[in-house]
C-alpha cells in the first residue's frame, strides 16, 4: 500500500510517499480502506520528533480516519465487510489501509460525507472525554474555550451549544472571533488586543466561567484560575504555551478550583470505547440534525501531507485540514 512516512524528524518536507506492508490484524481490529485522513497538531509534533508513537502503534501518523471496512472478525457485532465508518487510531492513518481497534469504530451520521467523517474522531473524543467526562459540564454550566477555530475549537464550541451551555471563546483575529460567534458562541475574545479574564469576568458580573478548556497553559493558568467561578474546573489539553507555570494556590484553595488535564493516544481501548458509546447515543443524533457540522477548511490529496502540515502550522485554518487518499 502506498503510505507517508516521517523521514526523519523536521518540518514538513520531511513527509514523503512510500511503499509499505498492509498493516496486520490484531484480535479486535479490522481492516479499514481509507478514504480521508483527518490532520491534527499531535500529527505535527510527532512529524519534529517530539510526540513518539505509543509502544506497539503504527510509526506512520495519521489518528483519525473514515473509510470502507474490508477485512476483520466481525461476528457478534452491529458491523459488516463493506461497512464506511470513521474511526480513531493510534497511528497509521496516512496510508491506503490502517487497522483500527473495531471498538473506536463509529457509523457515519447521516448528513456527513465520508470525507467530512475524517475530521470527527480525534477531536469529538478529545472533547467529550476532557468537557463533559473530565471537567464535568452540566445542568446550564458556562464553558470558555481556548483556541476557537481549532479543530477541537470548533468542536467544542458547537457541541457545548447543541447540549445547552453558554460558551465563550478566544480566536486570534476578528475575523476567527465572528467565526466562533457564527458557531453558537456568544462572545469571541480576541486574545491578541483583549484580556480575555477580565473579559469574561465583565461578562459574566465577575461570577467567571464553569470550566475552561485550554491548549496553551504557560502563562495563560493563572489568568483562567481568574476567570472561573467557585468550584470551577480548568482541563488542559496541550501546551503551547509551554509545560511550566507558576500557580497561585491561594485562588485554587479559596474558590475550591480544579486543575486537571489529559491525553487521549495511549488510553486504553476500552477507555476509548466508552467514550465512543456515548458519542455514538449523545452526538451522532445531533450531527444527523445537522445541529452539529464537520467544519473543514480545506482537503488535500494524499500527496500533499507536507502541503497539508504547513497551512496547519501557518495557523490561518478555521476548522479541520483533511487529507484525501482515495476518491
Keep these: ?10 518540518g514538513p518536507e520531511v ?34 520528533g517530539a510526540y513518539p508513537a505509543p509502544e506497539g502503534a503504527s510509526d506512520l501518523p495519521g489518528l483519525e480516519i ?50 467530512e467523517a475524517a475530521s470527527l474522531p480525534e477531536t469529538f473524543f478529545t472533547v467529550w472525554s476532557n468537557v463533559f467526562d473530565r471537567a464535568r459540564l452540566n445542568g446550564s454550566e458556562t464553558l470558555l474555550v481556548q483556541g ?4 477541537i475549537g470548533v468542536t467544542a464550541i458547537q457541541m457545548a451549544v447543541a447540549l445547552g451551555h453558554t460558551v465563550f471563546a478566544t480566536a486570534g483575529s476578528e475575523e476567527k472571533c465572528r467565526a466562533c460567534e457564527d458557531l453558537g458562541a456568544v462572545r469571541g475574545i480576541n486574545y491578541r488586543t483583549e484580556d480575555f479574564a477580565e473579559v469574561i469576568c465583565s461578562l459574566t458580573n465577575e461570577r467567571g ?3 475552561v478548556l485550554d491548549m496553551v497553559a504557560g502563562d495563560y ?21 509551554g509545560p511550566k507555570a507558576t500557580l497561585d494556590m491561594g485562588t485554587i484553595l479559596r474558590r475550591r478550583l480544579t486543575v486537571t488535564g489529559s491525553t487521549l493516544r495511549a488510553r486504553s481501548i476500552e477507555f476509548k470505547q466508552a467514550i465512543a458509546q456515548q458519542l455514538h447515543q449523545k452526538i451522532w443524533p445531533l450531527l444527523e440534525s445537522e445541529k452539529i ?3 473543514i477548511y480545506q482537503t488535500f490529496p494524499f500527496e500533499q501531507a507536507a502541503q497539508a502540515h504547513a497551512l496547519m502550522e501557518s495557523g490561518v485554518h478555521i476548522g479541520k485540514i483533511v487529507l484525501v487518499m482515495n476518491e
Design 209 to 211: 466561567v464553569d470550566v
Design 15 to 48: 513527509l514523503r510517499v512510500c511503499e509499505r506492508d498492509l498493516p496486520p490484524l490484531r484480535v479486535g481490529e479490522v481492516l479499514i480502506s481509507v478514504h480521508a485522513a483527518g490532520i491534527n497538531r499531535p500529527d505535527i509534533l510527532q512529524r519534529k
Design 66 to 115: 473514515s473509510g470502507k471496512i474490508v477485512a476483520g472478525d466481525l461476528s457478534g457485532t452491529d458491523f459488516a465487510i463493506g461497512d464506511l465508518v470513521c474511526a480513531l487510531v493510534t497511528g497509521g492513518g496516512y496510508a491506503e489501509y490502517c487497522a483500527a481497534p473495531l471498538a473506536q469504530c463509529l457509523p457515519i451520521p447521516q448528513n456527513v460525507t465520508l470525507t
Design 1 to 10: 500500500m502506498k503510505a507517508i512516512e516521517i523521514l526523519q524528524p523536521g
Design 148 to 151: 476557537g477555530t481549532s479543530g
Design 221 to 241: 493558568i493563572n489568568r483562567e484560575l481568574n476567570c472561573l467561578s467557585e468550584e470551577g474546573r480548568l482541563v488542559i489539553i496541550a501546551l503551547l504555551g
Design 293 to 295: 457540522k464537520p467544519i
